[in-house]
């Protein structure tokens, strides 16, 4: 665009902006006076962050279906492990499981769960249900932002369409929409949310102006402005699919030199004193972003007949890690002279990533389920694991204590309550003979010609 067209694009643009603003008396503005309230729709470990950041300025409603969460959240508790009570205080939230609820709401950003079925297809039923409970309090005015993962166009074709069917008011007319991917990093406490740079981006120019200036009262690391609604979806999808596809060919080249017994994480080491060398390396993809968002994409591309083959087969290769590891692990133990089916493992840790306490699609639990099938004995410690929860997900129960006489140790997950974990330590559990699988290879290297110790790593 040449530079008297984006100046005549800005004047129409601005125009359009405060023609809107004045007509819906500035809804940010009215937000920041507390004349507006601002709604959080499912309270997990993205919506509740953002519930209380909000609340810190805001009048806020926390709404979620799960009332024994919401009782927890009214007692300062966050159940999904990551706030702790005095993040609650002093702020102006209001948390409930009645959606009736949500008709005081001015703004409602949800933010509820968008995984995947058995058959890895997207189930959409969370989103539409909210959709569908937005859409019965929506008012003229209101501004409803999607903060879950969805593949492009999921807003437009599905969200928007119900939004309207339920409320009767048209989008851009009565009420607006915006879309702003959430990037938290569960367990990481240097990357909290507003140190994050945060993606908006509305159904119109004013949705967009509203929904920038509403979160950058909150974000700290600045704001990115998408073109539209798609390319915010986009761009959310195509972060955690880029890491997907990227561990995966880590995997496969530690499939490889797993074979041709050279060490992975060294031949990495190697590579990467170039300057363009990506830091990736091989391990276990679970959880619900990394594992389930490309199965968005793949979905979206089938409907309009497209395959997509590098997607595809890093999700098969990532997703066949846990069985895997557990072939490997057999066949290191048989040069020791002894069979999987007659060692007792230790694993250390079981959660989908290190110092959280979620279970959900975690592939180190999978990989303990093989191995429970396979050994003799297979101990599990999770210091941030639910003992009842693991055992309801993967029929598994954890073990309490580390005890001694292991043949294998599988460092599955390096929570930081593992950092003792060294030689000295694996001296005083072991068998005779021991092999260490260490995926992120935490442990130095064992020192010495010791034939009685096998050490390996992803
Ligand atoms: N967890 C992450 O690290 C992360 C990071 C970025 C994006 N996301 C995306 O954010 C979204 C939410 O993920 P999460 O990890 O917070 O999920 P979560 O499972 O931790 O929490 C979701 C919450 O929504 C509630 N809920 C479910 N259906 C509801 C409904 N119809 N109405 C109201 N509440 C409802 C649940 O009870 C639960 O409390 C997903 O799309 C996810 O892909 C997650």
């Given at each position: 665009?040449?530079t008297?067209?984006?100046?005549?694009?800005?004047?129409?643009?601005?125009?359009?902006?405060?023609n809107?603003e004045?007509?819906?008396?500035?809804?940010y503005?009215?937000?920041?006076k507390?004349?507006?309230?601002?709604?959080?729709?499912?309270?997990?470990?993205?919506?509740?962050?953002?519930?209380l950041?909000?609340?810190?300025?805001?009048?806020?409603?926390?709404?979620?279906?799960?009332?024994s969460?919401?009782?927890?959240?009214?007692?300062?508790?966050?159940?999904?492990?990551?706030?702790?009570?005095?993040?609650?205080?002093?702020?102006?939230?209001?948390?409930?499981?009645?959606?009736?609820?949500?008709d005081?709401?001015?703004?409602?950003?949800?933010?509820?769960?968008?995984?995947?079925?058995e058959?890895?297809?997207?189930?959409?039923?969370?989103?539409?249900?909210?959709?569908?409970?937005?859409?019965?309090?929506?008012?003229?005015?209101?501004?409803?932002?999607?903060?879950?993962?969805?593949?492009?166009?999921?807003?437009?074709?599905?969200?928007?369409?119900?939004l309207?069917?339920?409320?009767?008011?048209?989008?851009?007319?009565?009420?607006?929409?915006?879309?702003?991917?959430?990037?938290?990093?569960?367990?990481?406490?240097v990357?909290?949310?507003?140190?994050?740079?945060?993606?908006?981006?509305?159904?119109?120019?004013?949705?967009?102006?509203?929904?920038?200036?509403?979160?950058?009262?909150?974000?700290?690391?600045?704001?990115?402005?998408?073109?539209?609604?798609?390319v915010?979806?986009?761009?959310?999808?195509?972060?955690?699919?880029q890491?997907?596809v990227?561990?995966?060919?880590?995997?496969?080249?530690?499939?490889l030199?797993?074979?041709?017994?050279?060490?992975?994480q060294?031949v990495?080491?190697?590579?990467g004193?170039?300057?363009?060398?990506?830091?990736?390396?091989?391990?276990?993809?679970g959880?619900?972003?990394?594992?389930?968002?490309?199965?968005?994409?793949?979905?979206?591309?089938?409907?309009?007949?497209?395959?997509?083959?590098?997607?595809?087969?890093?999700?098969?290769?990532?997703?066949?890690?846990?069985?895997?590891?557990?072939?490997?692990?057999?066949?290191?133990l048989?040069?020791?002279?002894?069979?999987?089916?007659?060692?007792?493992?230790?694993?250390?840790?079981?959660?989908?990533?290190?110092?959280?306490?979620?279970?959900?699609?975690?592939?180190?639990?999978?990989?303990?389920?093989?191995?429970?099938m396979?050994?003799?004995?297979?101990?599990?410690?999770?210091?941030?694991?639910?003992?009842?929860?693991?055992?309801?997900?993967?029929?598994?129960?954890l073990t309490?204590?580390?005890d001694?006489?292991?043949d294998?140790?599988?460092?599955?997950?390096?929570?930081?309550?593992?950092?003792?974990?060294?030689?000295?330590f694996?001296?005083?559990?072991?068998?005779?003979?021991?092999?260490?699988?260490?995926?992120?290879?935490?442990?130095?290297s064992p020192?010495?010609?010791?034939?009685n110790?096998?050490?390996?790593?992803?």
């Open positions: 665009m040449n008297q067209l984006a100046t005549l694009e800005n004047h129409r643009r601005d125009t359009i902006v405060s809107l004045s007509q819906h008396a500035n809804i503005e009215k937000l920041v507390k004349e507006a309230t601002i709604a959080l729709v499912g309270l997990g470990y993205v919506g509740l962050p953002i519930a950041e909000f609340a810190k300025s805001f009048k806020v409603i926390g709404f979620d279906i799960n009332k969460r919401v009782d927890l959240m009214n007692q300062g508790i966050d159940p999904s492990g990551e706030l702790a009570t005095k993040d609650f205080e002093d702020k102006d939230i209001f948390f409930t499981a009645t959606a009736e609820t949500l005081k709401a001015d703004v409602i950003v949800v933010a509820v769960p968008t995984p995947v079925g058959d890895k297809i997207p189930n959409l039923t969370p989103l539409t249900k909210a959709c569908q409970a937005v859409g019965v309090s929506l008012g003229k005015g209101n501004i409803v932002i999607f903060e879950s993962t969805v593949y492009p166009g999921c807003t437009e074709e599905i969200c928007i369409p119900i309207e069917e339920v409320s009767g008011l048209r989008c851009n007319t009565d009420f607006w929409v915006g879309y702003s991917p959430e990037r938290i990093n569960p367990g990481d406490k990357h909290t949310l507003t140190k994050i740079t945060k993606i908006v981006s509305g159904s119109d120019a004013y949705a967009e102006e509203e929904i920038f200036k509403i979160y950058d009262h909150i974000i700290e690391a600045g704001i990115h402005r998408a073109e539209s609604i798609k915010a979806e986009a761009a959310k999808i195509v972060e955690n699919t890491r997907d990227n561990i995966a060919l880590m995997n496969e080249l530690s499939k030199f797993g074979e041709l017994d050279i060490n992975t060294e990495l080491k190697a590579a004193t170039k300057w363009n060398f990506l830091n990736f390396y091989p391990g276990l993809v959880g619900h972003c990394i594992g389930v968002d490309p199965y968005y994409l793949i979905h979206k591309a089938g409907e309009i007949g497209m395959n997509l083959d590098v997607i595809h087969a890093s999700r098969t290769i990532n997703d066949d890690m846990p069985a895997l590891v557990v072939k490997q692990l057999a066949k290191v048989a040069t020791q002279g002894k069979s999987l089916k007659n060692s007792k493992v230790l694993v250390l840790g079981t959660t989908f990533k290190e110092n959280v306490t979620d279970l959900r699609n975690s592939k180190a639990a999978e990989m303990c389920q093989i191995l429970n396979e050994a003799k004995q297979v101990d599990i410690i999770d210091p941030h694991a639910d003992a009842t929860e693991f055992t309801n997900y993967y029929k598994l129960h309490e204590k580390i001694s006489n292991y294998a140790i599988v460092y599955a997950v390096n929570h930081k309550e593992f950092e003792h974990i060294n030689w000295e694996i001296q005083t559990i072991r068998n005779e003979k021991i092999t260490v699988y260490d995926f992120k290879k935490l442990l130095d020192t010495g010609n010791n034939t110790t096998k050490y390996i790593t992803l």
